[in-house]
């Protein structure tokens, strides 16, 4: 079946301790987007790629990066992860124009001890 | 400003109690609003999207509906198993707009 993965389901981190997380899709969609969703909060969109454009949000920290080196996979990169980024970070991808619907993997809980 | 609001936060139902939820939005040339259900740790699962004023979805004992104003989920004869969090989200200026979600709990 056609999908969005993250890798890992689960991820504990140092403060201080870069971390990657990695998204893959199978479903040959152009946009990949990055949300951070903490506990009872709606996700929050951190940043998005339209094929290799990427579209930064304005309120993202300069902590946040990400990179996509093809159609199906793309990173989060946090270069030092603080107690306030612990959250749940979700994958999601849509086809090639902005209204069509966005498909959510299972996501990452990232926990910064 | 794009908004999205969502009620009630939090709704409680006995196994058969019929009922609906809200999502009221503003925003400046909707282009689509999208409904997602969310289990406790992990990701949104797509429902329904919406794109005009009076159009209606249906799935198993959900049906969403939209007007110019707002959109509702009705559930209808609703089971244990459909207990998670509901969201509702816009699609506007290039994004999702979420709201907060309503937490659905169905006791048997």
């Known amino acids: 079946d056609a999908m969005v993965i993250q890798n890992p389901r689960y991820q504990v981190t140092q403060f201080g301790k870069p971390v990657t997380l990695s998204c893959s899709q199978t479903?040959?969609?152009?946009?990949m987007y990055w949300y951070q969703q903490k506990s009872s909060q709606a996700p929050k969109l951190l940043f998005h790629?339209?094929?290799?454009?990427?579209?930064n949000e304005a309120d993202t920290p300069d902590n946040f990066q990400s990179r996509r080196p093809n159609t199906s996979f793309c990173f989060l990169d946090i270069r030092s992860p603080g107690l306030g980024d612990a959250a749940m970070y979700l994958c999601?991808?849509?086809?090639?124009?902005?209204?069509?619907?966005?498909?959510f993997g299972p996501g990452t809980r990232l926990t910064v001890l | 400003e794009d908004q999205v609001t969502q009620s009630p936060e939090a709704l409680r139902l006995q196994e058969g109690e019929s009922s609906s939820l809200n999502c009221s939005y503003t925003?400046?040339?909707?282009?689509?609003l999208f409904w997602y259900r969310q289990d406790p740790g992990k990701g949104p699962e797509f429902l329904f999207t919406?794109?005009?004023a009076g159009e209606e979805k249906e799935k198993e004992r959900l049906k969403a509906t939209l007007t110019k104003k707002e959109s509702f989920l009705h559930i209808t004869a609703p089971k244990p198993e459909d207990s998670a969090t509901y969201l509702c989200?816009?699609?506007?200026?290039?994004?999702?707009?979420f709201g907060q979600g309503t937490e659905l709990s169905v006791k048997p």
């Open positions: 925003v400046s040339g909707l282009r689509g």
């Open positions: 999601a991808t849509s086809g090639g124009t902005y209204t069509d619907t966005q498909y």
């Open positions: 790629y339209y094929d290799k454009d990427f579209n």
């Open positions: 919406l794109y005009s």
């Open positions: 989200a816009v699609q506007a200026g290039g994004k999702l707009i």
């Open positions: 479903l040959n969609h152009n946009v």
